[in-house]
C-alpha cells in the first residue's frame, strides 16, 4: 500500500524533527524511515518465526532438509559480519505452495513446493539469497514503519512489541502475509534493492548468477496463465525484472568466478 500524502508530510516531519536517528540508509545507499530497532525487529521475527512452526506442518524428509540446509548454509556462511546475525535457523515446511521468507533474527523458512520449480541448487539459493537480502536491508522494518505511519496495524505492531501476542499486519509487514490474509507486497525498490544484493550474496558463495534468470522465468511459466506461485504474489516478477538480473549478471560474474577461485564450490543435492 503507497503512503497517503499526509502520510508523507507526516514522514517529512519526523525526518526533521524528534526522529531524524530513524532516518537511515540501506545498504544499496537508499533512503529509509526505520521506526523500530533491530532488537524489536528480532523479536518479532523470532515471536513469527515460532507461531510459523506450530501452524504449519514440518518436514522430516532427512533428503530434502539436508538439501535446503546445505543450500541455505553456503549463502549465510556469506553474509558479512557487521550484520550481527551469528547464525540461522532454517526450517522446511511440507506443503505445496511455491514460496520461501526470512524473517528478522536469522530465520528462513522454505516450502517443498518451491522444491518442485527450482530445478537445482544454484535456483533454490537465488530465491534464498534474495529472501535473506529482504531481511539484511531491514525492508520488513520499513515495511512495518510505513504501516505504522500509514495508520494501517498500529495497535497490532504495539501489541506485537509487547506481549507474545500479534496480529495479522504486523505478520504481513514481516513477509508472512499469504499465511495469515493480509497481504503488504515489498515495493519495487525494495524488490530491486533484493535482486541485486541477492545475486552478490550466492554469487559469494559459488552459487551460478545465471541461473537466477533461469529460476524467475520457470517461476513465470509455472502460473501457465493461471494463478502465480505465491513467491511472485508477494514478489511481483515480469519482463522487466528478468531482462534487470540479465543485465546485472556481467557486473556479478566476477564475484562468482572469484568464490569459486577461492574454494566455493558448494555440491547440494537433491
Known sequence: MSLTTRSV?????????????????????????LLYSPQQMNQLGASSFEEMKKQAKISTDKKVNAYVQCVAGAVTAQVPAHYGIKSWEVVVFDDKQVNAFALPGGKIGVYTGLLKVAANQDQLATVIGH???????????????????AGIGLAAADVALGSSEYGGATMAALGLGVQVGYLLPYGRAQESEADKMGLDLMASAGFNPAESVALWQRMSAQSGGNKPPLLLSTH???????????ADLAR???????????????????
Not at 140 to 148: C, D, K, P, T, V
Open 9 to 33: 508530510r507526516l514522514l517529512s516531519l519526523l525526518c526533521g524533527a524528534t526522529l531524524l536517528a530513524a532516518c537511515a540508509q540501506s545498504p544499496t545507499g537508499r533512503s529509509q524511515m
Open 131 to 149: 529472501e535473506i537480502t529482504h531481511v539484511l536491508a531491514q525492508h520488513s522494518n520499513e515495511r512495518l514503519s510505513r504501516s505504522q505511519l
Open 236 to 246: 511481483p516478477s515480469d519482463t522487466q525484472r528478468i531482462e534487470a538480473l540479465q
Open 252 to 270: 556479478v560474474d566476477p564475484i562468482y568466478q572469484q568464490a569459486r577461485a577461492a574454494g566455493r564450490s558448494p555440491q547440494c543435492r537433491k
